[in-house]
Each structure stands twice: as structure tokens, then as C-alpha cells.
């Protein structure tokens, strides 16, 4: 559905585009290709027969061999001459295949060991949608090559760069990190061939990244400064021919999978907690059904934990005479050691001759189609997945749990025939699935906010929005709210043309409002402490709240209480942990109802973010006196400073109305704020049962009037009682002078 009619797109993407070779389309590579693959196909052979690792100069490894013999019982190497061949004479090629087939560990190494990596100068990357699949898949990678992850195979996720620029030729990153990439360097200088992987997933970075090659490809063609760029989009079963048409007819190339028969079950009455259900499924599984591993698809980490936990439970009570069971979870912020046991084989029997035992991962949608688990049989759907949301009239993003698609729910039933049949139960009846799902999921791109995009964008010199060549366009309006926010922020000028400031936040791998916040942080005196802030509230939820030990939690947490502002709750916790001695912070964080690997993330994220306020020379600064405290007004100020348009106003009933959007909204639980202040500004909206407002710092009248007249200007302010308020603090303004 790409305009392909309309492409007048302006771009000024480097200025060196007039090297760019005028010759046309495949003119100059009509011979090559089959002979390129052959002599290829002949590279390969003598390397595979080899016993010396090219890429390291050792032998290979016992493991090497083993891991080699099943690499090529993967559907994708009957096809390896034919995809070679392809991608020698075409600058796209699209490949779709079967999830599991081996699209991904595969293909970008048949890439690398042909030759189209050359060390220190060029590399094949490998875009994934999921930072956990980018990161488990280089770790395969690298085993799979015999060779150091951070070395030949590296991977870069945002604030964790795992490569080197002297020796990685093959490196896994996600495709918001690659869009980062392509900021500094338009023309994707270092990149020979780009593998835009899970590409079915449209993710907001996929959908921009391919419109963003359709800029640079014309400008990478053969003899080009840099030289020619390929492209190899790879996408699971579903689209490809949207892809194809997309990129102006790209060839289409289907890797043949293996499958077997799957039967389907449905509920036959709708399930009123489908964790329940699902637990309850499994096993009853483990009790009557023959061998074979379980695939358990659930929305997030807490929710997994729970039924990780119940499964276990369930298994202990069939008690020693049935098979043993082992559970896994799958999360993207499980710890690397720990998402890799997923591929652990099931136990064996428990006696000789008795009946073997069983494997059950319960995971998120990662294992839909990133990452394929070999051995599963049986796969329990309940139907459900995170999603993003956008609602542009009240610019409120969130994620929530929400009814995946058809197509989904067919791929997550694939999953169970890979090795042999299997059976799959969805936790819904079968009505639903013909007349509730929708038969696809609607690409991010329009279910998201564009602030982010927009400035990235801008940043890449696309100034022309409305023609740039989107997959499927984002809605008008929602690209007005993105306009409107960087306009607000001062990123983008009247015109639409970006300021120095909006220059330094794209440089930030920051939503817009938090690179403000933390370049403007100086201002206030205040950069060591907003940089804290912002760090810690880039990870995961740092403060636990165990459901059987809420009070205890809830005390805890009191000691770093600042009654007005959870940010600086969070900074008195991040301060508090950093005065550990490193050896004890495990511990303290277990007592102090702190989540240890998410604070320890926070403090890889300030390291980074500090890296880069250097670079941006941001200088830092700190509000801290000489008693140790905070001087906490004027990192409140910081706050309002950048947060202004997410602020909510104490209405006479006791709810809040956020400003200018007029939602009804609520403190959220968590919160530590005392009372209800008159202003509060919020760093998130929670859509629930209740509108709640989460991590919330009390802001002052008067500094909205000061800081952000342009927005809180009178003329165009709905009439609400926050405006009552709004007059007076200009009254008193002017008095001030
Ligand atoms: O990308 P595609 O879905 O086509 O397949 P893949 O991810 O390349 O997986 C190919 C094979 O490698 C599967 O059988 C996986 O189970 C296996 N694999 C593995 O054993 N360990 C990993 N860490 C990753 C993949
Ligand atoms: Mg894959």
C-alpha cells in the first residue's frame, strides 16, 4: 500500500549524494549473479570442510561441529545459492519464511562468510524489533561462528553497545538503534548489508527505517562513495507481497518450511482470568497428554512470575511418580543467563525406561516469532498481549492489554508443529476468534505518539512528513500533536525547522521531554540530579510491591519519601543505593524492597547519558548543599520546566482535570505525594478502571505562568477552574514586574 504514485519526497540526506552513480537499475549487475554464487557456493564449501576458523585463526571447537550438523538440517540452507544469487543482483531482495526456519541466525551469516563484511571497514546488521532477541540472537550467533559475542558478532541495544569497530562483521541491533545510527551517519556509511528482520512486525522504528532506505538505496548503488547497499527484509509468512509491492517489486523469495498438523482447541465459555486458565491448562497437560514441551503465551514479567510460580506449585502436588517438570519464564528484562535456559533441553525420565519429562516456557510474545524454542508441542493461548495505544486528542500512549489478532493467534498455534504435531489450546471460544479479533494487528506506526519520529526525522533533514514514503501513513493528527509537542518544547521553530535545541535532544535516546529536561537541567542547578531521575525512570519499575508483603514494601519505600514529588523519591531511593558498598547493594535492595537488576540498569543508563551530556557539553551540576540535601525546589522546577504539558489541576470535588485536554483523573496509588496539591505535573497515564496519573511531583501556578506562557496562554484556554487560578498568577506576575 506504499504511495508508489507519489514520490516526490525532499531529502537533502548528505551533500555528497551527487558521487551518487546515475547508472540504471541493475544495468551494470545483470552478469554476476549466478556466477557470484557459485564461486560463493565455492568459498563456503572450503570453509565449511576447513578445520581453522577464518575469522579467528583457531581450530573449531568440538561445539562447533555438533551445533553445525543441525544448522544444516534448517530449511534455509537448501536455498542458500538461490538467496546468494538473489541478493548479488538486486539491491532488495524479500524473503519470507516459516518462523523457525532459519531466517535469522542463518541468512546474515551466509552474508558475512561470503564475503560482504570485511573487517574495521564494512558490516551486515541485523535489525530486530526486541532487545531480547537482538541480544539471545547474537549470543546464538557467536556460538553458532565459534567466535567472542562483542567481537566478530556484536549487538547494540539502546545504552548497551556489545561491538567493535575493529573486528565485528556481524552485528544484531535493534531497528530503533540503527534510526540512532543513521542520525549521525545518513547514509549508513559502514553498512554493506542491512537485514531488516521481523519485518511483519511494523514496528514504529521498522516502518520508518524502511521508508528511510528507500531515501538512501538510490544513493548507495554500485561505485557510490560508500558502495552499494543492500537490503534483505525478512518477514514471517505474513505481507510479503505488501513488502514486495512496497519496494517496487522487489524479488520474493519463500524458504520452504516444515510443518506439521496442529489442532486447534477452544474454550467452550469464555474464561474469566485466563492466567487461571492458563495454569490450569498446563497441567492438566503434564497429567494426560503424551511428551512434548508446553509454550505458555502470557503479557509481562508479574503475570509470568505468578504462573511460573502456580505451575510449579501444580507439578509438586502430582508428586514424584509423575515426569518432572521445569519452568522458565520469558521477559525482555529477564537477565541474559536466565532467557538463555529457555533452550535447555527437557529433563529425562526419572526412572530408566519411565516416561521423560517435560519443559514449560511461559513467555511473552517474544516467542510468537522472534525467538523459536525447539520441542514445543503444545502451546496455550489465552489471546491476550501488550499493545501499544495512542490517543491523540488526549496525547495519552499506554500500554495495555489487549486481544491479539488473527494472524497472531495463528502464528502462536504454528508454533507448536515445528518438530512434529501438536496440539493448541486457545483459552477462548472459538466464536471469539472468528467475530472478536481483528484478522491482523494494526502497524505501530498507528497506534503511536511521533515526537520521537518526528525529531528523528527532522534530524535525518526529511522535512516534507506528509510525503515521506510511509508504509502505511500515521494519522494526520497525530503528526500535528507531534509538531505541536517539539514546537512547545522549542525543538522545532514556528516554521518547523529545528533549533539548536531540537539538534542537541535528538542526540539523546530520549522521548523529547526528557532530553529537555536534562539538557535544560543546568539552568537549575540541577544535572547530577536530573540525570538520576531521568536514568532511573528509564528502566524498569525500580520499587516492589510483592502483593503478600504490600505493608512492608510500602514502609520501605517511605524512607526515601519526598512528600512532594515521587521524582525525587526516586532520587533519594538511587542516591541512597549508590552509597552501598557494591558488594552489599544485593542485599540492601532485597531489604529495601528495591528491584536490584532494574537500579543496576539505571546505573548503566546515567553512565551513558552522562557519556553523552559530555559530548553535548552539558555541564553537571549539583543542587546537593553541604548537609547533604536537596535543594528539592529547584529540581521540581527542572521538572515543570520540561513537563509543563502534563500537568493536572485540583478540581473543587477532589479529582484532578488535566490541563487543556480535560480528563478526569486520579492520584495513583503508588503515589507518595501528601495531600492534594493544587498543580501536579505527571509523567504517565495510566488508562484503566480509573483514569490515574503515576509519578507525580507538585508544581506551582506561578511556574507555568513563567516558564511556559506560550502554552498556558489565556486566549486559547478552555474555561475550566484551573483558568480562575491561571489569571490570578499573571496578575501577580505583573505586580512583580
Ligand atoms: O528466524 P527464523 O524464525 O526463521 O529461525 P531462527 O531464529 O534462525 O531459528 C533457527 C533455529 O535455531 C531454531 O531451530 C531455533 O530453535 C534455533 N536456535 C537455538 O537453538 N538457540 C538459540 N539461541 C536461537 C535459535
Ligand atoms: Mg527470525
Request: charged share 25%.
Amino acid at each position: 500500500m506504499g504511495k508508489s504514485s507519489d514520490r516526490k519526497r525532499k531529502v537533502n540526506l548528505d551533500s555528497s549524494s551527487s558521487i551518487t552513480n546515475t547508472t540504471a537499475d541493475n544495468n551494470d549487475t545483470n552478469d554476476d549473479g549466478s556466477s557470484l554464487a557459485k564461486k560463493h557456493q565455492a568459498t563456503l564449501s572450503a570453509r565449511q570442510s576447513s578445520s581453522i576458523n577464518p575469522w579467528t585463526g583457531r581450530s573449531y571447537s568440538s561445539r562447533y561441529h555438533s551445533i553445525l550438523q543441525t544448522r544444516l538440517q534448517l530449511p534455509v540452507y537448501q536455498f542458500q545459492s538461490q538467496l546468494l544469487e538473489a541478493v548479488a543482483s538486486n539491491q532488495i531482495v524479500v524473503v519470507e519464511g516459516e518462523t523457525g526456519s532459519g531466517k535469522t541466525t542463518q541468512i546474515p551469516q551466509f552474508l558475512v562468510e561470503v564475503g560482504y563484511a570485511l573487517p574495521g571497514k564494512t558490516i551486515v546488521g541485523c535489525t530486530q524489533p526486541r532487545r531480547v532477541a537482538a541480544t539471545s540472537i547474537a549470543a546464538r550467533v557467536a556460538e553458532e561462528m565459534d567466535v567472542t559475542l562483542g567481537k566478530t558478532v556484536g549487538y547494540t541495544i539502546r545504552f548497551e553497545d556489545v561491538s567493535d569497530s575493529e573486528s565485528t562483521v556481524l552485528k544484531f541491533l535493534t531497528d530503533g538503534m540503527l534510526l540512532r545510527e543513521a542520525m549521525n551517519d545518513p547514509l549508513l556509511s559502514k553498512y554493506s548489508v542491512i537485514v531488516l528482520d521481523e519485518a511483519h512486525e511494523r514496528t514504529l522504528a521498522t516502518d520508518v527505517l524502511m521508508g528511510l532506505l528507500m531515501e538512501v538505496l538510490p544513493k548507495r548503488k554500485k561505485g557510490s562513495k560508500f558502495g552499494e547497499l543492500k537490503v534483505v527484509v525478512m518477514s514471517a509468512t505474513l505481507d510479503a507481497e505488501k513488502f514486495q509491492s512496497y519496494f517496487h517489486g522487489a524479488p520474493l523469495l519463500k524458504v520452504p518450511g516444515r510443518t506439521f498438523p496442529v489442532e486447534i482447541f477452544y474454550t467452550a465459555e469464555p474464561e474469566r482470568n485466563y492466567v487461571e486458565a492458563a495454569v490450569r491448562t498446563a497441567i492438566q497437560i503434564h497429567k494426560c497428554e503424551g511428551p512434548g514441551d508446553i509454550l505458555v503465551f502470557l503479557t509481562g514479567e508479574q503475570e509470568i512470575e505468578q504462573a511460573c510460580e502456580e505451575i510449579r506449585l501444580g507439578a509438586q502436588d502430582m508428586g514424584k511418580d509423575a515426569p518432572e517438570l521445569v519452568v522458565y519464564p520469558l521477559y525482555s528484562s529477564l537477565p541474559p543467563a536466565q532467557q538463555k535456559k529457555i533452550f535447555t533441553p527437557a529433563p529425562g525420565p526419572r526412572v530408566v525406561g519411565g516416561p521423560p519429562g517435560r519443559k514449560v516456557v511461559v513467555s511473552t510474545n517474544i516467542a510468537e516469532t522472534s525467538l523459536t524454542i525447539d520441542g514445543i508441542v503444545y502451546v496455550i493461548d489465552p489471546g491476550f498481549s501488550k499493545q501499544k495505544v495512542y490517543n491523540p486528542r488526549i496525547r495519552v500512549e499506554s500500554l495495555l492489554v489487549s486481544p491479539i489478532s488473527r494472524a497472531s493467534a495463528r502464528q502462536r498455534s504454528g508454533r507448536a508443529g515445528r518438530t512434529r504435531p501438536g496440539k493448541c489450546f486457545r483459552l477462548y471460544t472459538e466464536q471469539s476468534f472468528y467475530n472478536d479479533l481483528q484478522e491482523t494487528t494494526y502497524p505501530e506506526i498507528l497506534r503511536s505518539k511521533m515526537a520521537n519520529v518526528v525529531l528523528t526525522l527532522k534530524k535525518l533533514g526529511i522535512d516534507d512528513l506528509v510525503h515521506f514514503d510511509f508504509m502505511d501513513p500515521p494519522a494526520p493528527e497525530t503528526l500535528m500533536r507531534a509538531l505541536e509537542l517539539l514546537n512547545y518544547l522549542g525543538a522545532l521553530d514556528d516554521e518547523g525547522d529545528m533549533t539548536d535545541l531540537g539538534r542537541q535532544m535528538a542526540e539523546l535516546p530520549l522521548d523529547p521531554q526528557l532530553s529537555k529536561m536534562l539538557i535544560c537541567s543546568p539552568d537549575f542547578n540541577c544535572s547530577e540530579e536530573i540525570v538520576n531521575i531521568v536514568a532511573a525512570m528509564s528502566v524498569p519499575q525500580i520499587f516492589m510491591r510483592p502483593r503478600e508483603s504490600a505493608k512492608a514494601a510500602d514502609e520501605a519505600k517511605a524512607q526515601f519519601a519526598d512528600a512532594t514529588s515521587d521524582h525525587i523519591t526516586l532520587l533519594n531511593a538511587y542516591a541512597a543505593y549508590e552509597e552501598v558498598p557494591i558488594e552489599e547493594r544485593k542485599q540492601w535492595c532485597w531489604d529495601n524492597f528495591i528491584n536490584d537488576r532494574s537500579i543496576a540498569s539505571a546505573q548503566n543508563v546515567k553512565k551513558q547519558l552522562r557519556n553523552i551530556m559530555t559530548r553535548l557539553d552539558i555541564p553537571l551540576v549539583t543542587c546537593r548543599g553541604s548537609n547533604g540535601k536537596y535543594d528539592t525546589n529547584t529540581i521540581r522546577m527542572a521538572l515543570t520546566n520540561a513537563m509543563y504539558m502534563q500537568v493536572a489541576y485540583l478540581q473543587r470535588q477532589g479529582s484532578y482535570l488535566t490541563v487543556k485536554d480535560n480528563q478526569i483523573v486520579y492520584l495513583h496509588p503508588s503515589s507518595v505525594i501528601d495531600g492534594k496539591p493544587q498543580w501536579v505535573l505527571f509523567e504517565e497515564f495510566a488508562l484503566t478502571s480509573k483514569n490515574y496519573i503515576r509519578t507525580v511531583t507538585t508544581t506551582r501556578g506561578e511556574w507555568l505562568v513563567d516558564m511556559a506562557p506560550h502554552y498556558f496562554d489565556l486566549d486559547n484556554f478552555p474555561e475550566c477552574e484551573a483558568k480562575d487560578e491561571l489569571i490570578l498568577e499573571y496578575k501577580k506576575k505583573l505586580r512583580r514586574g
